[in-house]
């Protein structure tokens, strides 16, 4: 019914175009004529309808493909910081080694007052000659403490 109102054809013009038909066609090709009139209305539709879903898609298509543009600049923009936070961290972390390391070998002090300055090697084997040595002294004085009592 869409499809005769946009048209604006009433029943009295249906009527009338069927009337006509009639004559010029005749009683035995019309039925044949309104079915093929009918296929013909009916392909079109069809073609109508199959170019409006794809026009329908191409759009949602544009849509999807300006929204992909959108993420892909945030996701630029967001790499961009991250790799600016990255360089920011390694020089951070590059001068608290740099000031760490200074700073060890401004406060580098022998092991005992007389004593020259220690490499670092020497120093840790110092360190752990020590704590050897307090280790075995408190066993001895534990096991002596035991038969004490």
């Known amino acids: 019914m869409k499809f005769f109102q946009v048209i604006d054809v009433g029943f009295f013009e249906l ?22 009139l009918g296929s013909l209305v009916a392909k079109a539709r ?6 409006r879903s794809e026009i329908e898609k191409e759009m949602s298509l ?36 740099i000031n760490f390391f200074d700073q060890a070998e401004s406060k580098k002090v022998s092991f005992y007052i ?16 020590r704590d050897r040595v307090r280790k075995r002294l408190r066993k001895r004085f534990l096991k002596k403490r035991k038969f004490d009592d």
């Open 46 to 51: 069809n073609y109508v309808s199959d170019v």
């Open 62 to 97: 544009e849509e999807l493909r300006a929204t992909e543009r959108t993420i892909k600049d945030i996701g630029g923009n967001y790499t961009e910081e991250l790799s600016n936070l990255q360089k920011e961290i390694q020089n951070l972390e590059k001068e608290a080694t």
């Open 114 to 129: 007389s004593s020259p300055v220690l490499s670092w090697e020497d120093e840790n084997f110092q360190l752990k000659l």
């Open 15 to 36: 009527l009338l175009v069927g009337l006509a038909g009639l004559v010029i066609i005749g009683p035995k090709k019309l039925p044949v004529a309104f079915r093929t």
